[in-house]
């Protein structure tokens, strides 16, 4: 060994197995898949922990919006915390707090002992996520290294989401719901005890943590959510409801207020004076929103309507996440001879049409006319555009501000699938409940007398009636999903205005985007 390898390998912080950047690799990676495969495991169990923890279907939206806000708002700030603290440090910390909260939420016995355990998910995701992305830099030098490793990032990124669909649909199956949650605290633990013996700590930067602005964003963002799913349970004029969007608007204006001030803000609100990148993440927020209202609410359809397992419920979703393959292998090799925005048009107008096909599901829809087809054409379109809106989200901007502009990207992604599943939710509810008057009128009407007894007991519907306020009420929701695509369809068009030239310096060097 030589002496200059001896020295490095005896600086403080060093990793004490020497380097072996193949293992290093693993051990991030293996962080980045648990995160990510945390969104959709959770998803296909959704069934089955509304009926163990007597959850109503408003207020399942929680056991997702609990994770993605907290994840998302507190995204920028766990970036900051691996610079100015080290990022091997603040990793292993982030890991062993998603294990801990991973472990409370397979324990927990009332609807919000879960919900605060995945708010807390998302907080410790929020923390070894980017810090996970920047290890990465830190471990490979720049060059043919750093790009296979970008590119096994990436893999594991986009792989993760159809991996915990299936591992969701088998460990809830198999087992019980509480194994898609007690899965990741073994994993979390062994990642936490590798990380110090192959990684190397990276060298701290001075800086200053803007707790401020991310508590003001976050609790803003969590109590407008809060203020939709609690009008489609309790309606508009709901005392609560009022004071939360009054709290929510309060929120957001300080927070914007301490940006403008701050000497080391969480949010450069200057990365918003750029049309194409403020565009961007219009357009990233609003497909987001549709994301996960589908995801949620097509779950729900194919096990309570379709009589679904889990596991065949986690198979069913599998097409999705080819689609999406499918259309960012495209985007990537051809973006630059064509240019980002024919992508963005053309990927936002393929999701609009797949959600508006998913107006027309009913109870009677099977899975391939209601479910499959407006799904590959959905994910097609997302695939369009993930690639595409992480280049231009970083086009032109200064490489020291390159990690800011691509994690307040991903940070549209998670707090738009929030707020965007809380407006749908809202639709949903309020579809549902008088889809469910008309159906108890109907019911009662031709039901028999113990019929009737039942539902004065149980005050549930039976099947086929239940299946036609959950489908009414799931159709109608789709249909602000389509209009959230519009949406980014306009701005795509309207808009934005990055030529094919603007990419040529980003070309190949790009990092994984949104997951």
């Known amino acids: 060994m030589t002496s200059s390898r001896l020295k490095q390998d005896q600086r403080p912080g060093a990793a004490r197995r020497g380097r072996h950047p193949g293992l290093a690799l693993a051990v991030i990676a293996s962080c980045q898949l648990m995160v990510v495969l945390d969104a959709t495991?959770?998803?296909?169990?959704?069934?089955?922990?509304?009926?163990?923890?007597?959850?109503?279907t408003t207020n399942l939206t929680w056991v997702v919006s609990g994770?993605?806000?907290?994840?998302?708002?507190?995204?920028?700030?766990?970036?900051?915390?691996?610079?100015?603290?080290?990022?091997?440090?603040?990793?292993?910390?982030?890991?062993?707090?998603?294990?801990?909260?991973?472990?409370?939420?397979?324990?927990?016995?009332?609807?919000?002992?879960?919900?605060?355990?995945r708010a807390l998910q998302g907080v410790g995701g929020a923390i070894c996520s980017p810090t996970s992305l920047a290890l990465v830099t830190t471990t490979f030098a720049e060059g043919p290294d750093r790009n296979r490793a970008f590119g096994v990032f990436a893999a594991v990124s986009a792989g993760g989401g159809a991996v915990g669909l299936l591992a969701g649909g088998m460990l809830t199956e198999w087992l019980d719901w509480r194994w898609v949650l007690f899965v990741n605290a073994p994993i979390g633990l062994?990642?936490?005890?590798l990380a110090p013996l192959y990684i190397d700590e990276s060298d701290r930067h001075p800086g200053r943590f803007d707790v401020a602005g991310a508590l003001a964003s976050t609790l803003g963002m969590a109590a407008l959510v809060y203020g939709f799913i609690r009008a489609a349970d309790d309606g508009w004029s709901d005392g609560l409801t009022l004071g939360s969007f009054a709290a929510a608007a309060f929120l957001l204006v300080v927070f914007v207020v301490i940006e403008s001030r701050a000497r080391e803000p969480i949010t450069p609100l200057r990365m918003f004076a750029d049309p194409n990148r403020s565009a961007t993440y219009v357009i990233m927020l609003s497909l987001a929103a549709a994301l996960f209202g589908m995801f949620f609410f097509l779950v729900?359809?194919?096990q309570n309507v379709l009589g679904y397992s889990p596991i065949r419920a986690g198979l069913a979703f599998l097409p999705i996440t080819v689609a999406i393959a499918v259309g960012a292998g495209l985007s990537q090799q051809y973006l630059p001879r064509f240019?980002?925005?024919?992508?963005?048009?053309?990927?936002s107008a393929l999701a609009a049409a797949g959600l508006g096909?998913?107006?027309?599901?009913?109870?009677?829809?099977?899975?391939?006319?209601?479910?499959?087809?407006?799904?590959?054409?959905?994910?097609?379109?997302?695939?369009?555009?993930?690639v595409t809106l992480t280049l231009t989200a970083v086009s032109g901007v200064a490489p020291h501000e390159a990690g800011a502009a691509s994690g307040l990207l991903n940070a549209m992604q998670q707090v738009g699938g929030s707020l965007g599943l809380s407006i749908l939710t809202t639709v949903f509810g309020t579809a549902s409940r008088n889809e469910g008057r008309?159906?108890?009128?109907?019911?009662?009407?031709e039901a028999s007398p113990e019929q009737k007894a039942r539902f004065a007991r149980t005050r549930q519907l039976p099947a086929p009636w239940s299946s036609e306020v959950l489908a009414h009420g799931i159709a109608t929701a789709?249909?602000?999903?389509?209009?959230?695509?519009?949406?980014?369809?306009?701005?795509?068009?309207?808009?934005?205005?990055?030529?094919?030239?603007?990419?040529?310096?980003?070309?190949?060097?790009?990092g994984p985007g949104p997951a």
């Open 339 to 347: 240019g980002p925005k024919p992508f963005i048009v053309v990927g």
């Open 478 to 510: 789709f249909v602000p999903a389509a209009g959230m695509a519009v949406l980014a369809l306009l701005v795509g068009l309207i808009v934005m205005r990055v030529r094919r030239s603007d990419l040529d310096a980003l070309a190949g060097t790009a």
């Open 190 to 193: 062994l990642i936490a005890l």
């Open 41 to 56: 495991i959770v998803n296909i169990a959704l069934p089955d922990i509304q009926r163990a923890l007597g959850f109503s």
């Open 67 to 117: 994770y993605t806000l907290t994840f998302g708002g507190l995204l920028l700030l766990g970036g900051r915390a691996g610079d100015i603290l080290g990022r091997r440090r603040v990793f292993i910390a982030g890991i062993l707090l998603f294990s801990l909260a991973s472990l409370l939420g397979g324990f927990a016995q009332e609807p919000w002992q879960l919900l605060a355990a």
């Open 357 to 386: 096909w998913q107006t027309l599901i009913t109870e009677d829809s099977s899975y391939a006319s209601g479910v499959l087809g407006p799904m590959l054409v959905f994910g097609f379109g997302m695939g369009l555009n993930f």
């Open 438 to 445: 008309r159906q108890v009128r109907e019911f009662l009407a």
């Open 300 to 302: 729900l359809f194919v």
